[in-house]
């Protein structure tokens, strides 16, 4: 049926409750890195959590959906339906285009999170409707709240600060063969995702090179393992985004943990992650992004993102989902 299998040692418990919880949940693709983290992080907590993936013969770009086909997602119902008759408490959907078949199956409470473009994009309506229709859901930002006509809870993905941490720039940039001399901008998205705006990052990168004199190096980065992330992030002077809608931005809160500058757009829970910290800025339009830029550069300082990114790691994450999960089956 597509199910993880599940970790050897189901005995180690961090903290939850010792009344056992188990969990159907549904996604486009299991190889999602922060889904994949999230399911690790709630079976540490004793909750038992099985996976069921969309079925597909195509490779998922997250974000644009391109992988799946209605009619995956029609095979998709039936699956779910079956195994809801299995020994669960509750079924979690994870992102939108999953809601339709959690919602339809008949045993089992739903509760639903929303990434941001599932409930900001295209499909945003599926989203919407099927949010009516569960015990619970939760969103990645207050921005995302405002979309949905219901009580939600908001829990942003977390970032792992093991795996993100600083490091000296001259280093990683030797990993890398970047100029060790030169400026260098982050954008960690390959060029033609649309949301992601990159045309306006390349007007914001140019602009400022013209008002420094200087040469700017925009290092855009997909397809690479997770795991050399952190490398892009220290070798960066900063992560600069553009987008043009979000939830919760993953690489914002990577680049905090790493203490690496950010300059980005007003969405999702941006400006609010931001907040307090150091050599970042949110503004509003291009001019406004090239002059945080270039301050941002002139000043070559590091910030201290790290300290604000300490509240959103995996585990409080775990630790929040497993409140919503108690919610939906009190209310069931």
């Known amino acids: 049926m597509g199910y993880l299998e599940p970790p050897m040692d189901r005995g180690v418990r961090q903290g939850g409750s010792t009344e056992e919880i188990r969990v159907l949940n549904l996604v486009t693709t299991a190889e999602t890195r922060f889904f994949r983290q999230q399911v690790g992080e709630l079976r540490k907590r004793g909750i038992e959590s099985d996976v069921l993936a969309v079925p597909t013969s195509k ?34 959907a994870n992102y939108g285009l999953t809601a339709p078949a959690a919602v339809l199956q008949p045993n089992l409470p739903v ?23 569960c015990e619970e859901v939760v969103v990645m930002s207050e921005e995302m709240a405002t979309y949905l006509d219901r009580d939600v809870s908001v829990i942003p993905h977390g970032v792992n600060l093991d795996t993100f941490q ?39 990168v140019d602009d400022a090179a013209a008002r420094l004199g200087e040469r700017i190096n925009l290092q855009t980065v997909s397809g690479e393992p997770h795991e050399r992330m952190p490398l892009y992030h220290n070798a960066a002077d900063c992560l600069l985004l553009t987008s043009d809608r979000e939830g919760s931005p993953n690489s914002v809160k990577e680049a905090m943990a790493c203490n690496t500058p950010v300059v980005a757009t007003d969405v999702g829970d941006v400006r609010e992650r931001l907040s307090g910290v150091s050599q970042s800025y949110v503004r509003d339009s291009t001019s406004g992004l090239v002059t945080a830029l270039v301050a941002v550069l002139e000043a ?5 993102g790290r300290r604000a990114a300490r509240d959103i790691t995996p585990a409080k994450t775990a630790q929040r989902l497993e409140t919503v999960y108690r919610k939906a089956l009190e209310d069931s």
Do not use: I
């Open 59 to 92: 490779e998922f770009d997250y974000g644009r959906d391109s992988g799946r086909t209605a009619m995956d997602y029609l095979r998709f119902v039936p699956m779910v339906w079956r195994a809801s008759f299995g020994a669960y408490d509750l079924v979690h």
């Open 111 to 133: 509760v639903l999170s929303l990434w941001g473009t599932d409930l900001m994009g295209r499909y945003g309506p599926v989203g919407e409707w099927c949010a009516r229709h």
């Open 166 to 204: 600083p490091r000296p720039k001259r280093e990683a940039r030797a990993e890398l063969g970047w100029a060790a001399d030169e400026y260098h901008v982050l954008f960690p998205y390959p060029p033609t995702r649309e949301v992601k705006n990159f045309d306006q990052a390349e007007r914001v």
């Open 300 to 304: 070559g300082t590091p910030s201290d």
